[in-house]
């Protein structure tokens, strides 16, 4: 029984592909003399078009905040040394620890499930955070470089006597 089903798949098969079309699928596909026929439009009297206009109709509010992200842009790329990655406590505790050693460097805690990784620095260039790095490798010696979105500069405006 089984020989006669596995004969009878081969033929439906071999049939199949026999009688089928050659390679084109006739609803897929119109050549382009056909389909300007089929659509009255003679490809000959077709003038290329003018410039036009574009009016765009918005809400006040996007408009709003498009004018924020011209006063507030989004972070520029630089890099940070990151010294931990684990449970939230213990990244709070080397947050402590590294702010009571380097209070005016910047240290951030972020979450990548499931743990806290706590990157420190905001520097422009590689190079500068590769001599960073090399200062706090006594104390954080397993810590690394990572590409992130850093704070922006605050620069102070000297006074003038």
């Known amino acids: 029984m089984a020989y006669f089903t596995l004969v009878v798949i081969a033929f439906a098969l071999s049939y199949s592909t026999a009688f089928g079309q050659d390679g084109e699928d006739w609803r897929l596909y119109r050549s ?7 659509q009255g439009v003679d490809r000959s009297d077709l003038k290329p078009q003018k410039p036009g206009n574009i009016r765009i109709i918005q ?3 996007i408009a709003k905040l498009d004018s ?3 006063v507030y842009p989004t972070k520029p790329n630089g890099y940070r040394v990151q010294i931990f990655f684990g449970k939230r406590d213990q990244a709070r505790e080397k947050k402590l620890e590294f702010l009571k050693k380097y209070p005016e460097v910047g240290a ?4 990548l499930a ?3 990784r706590l990157r420190v620095g905001d ?3 590689k190079i500068e955070c590769e001599d960073f790095k090399r200062e706090i490798s006594e104390d954080f010696p397993a810590s690394y470089i990572v590409k992130d979105k850093i704070e922006f500069f605050k620069y102070e ?3 003038e006597n």
Do not use: G
Request: negative net charge; without cysteine; hydrophobic residues 25%.
């Open 157 to 159: 405006e000297a006074e």
């Open 123 to 125: 520097f422009r260039t």
């Open 108 to 111: 951030y805690i972020s979450y």
């Open 68 to 70: 924020l992200k011209k």
């Open 114 to 116: 499931p743990n806290f």
């Open 59 to 61: 809400n006040e509010d």
């Open 32 to 38: 382009e003399k056909d389909s300007s026929k089929a």
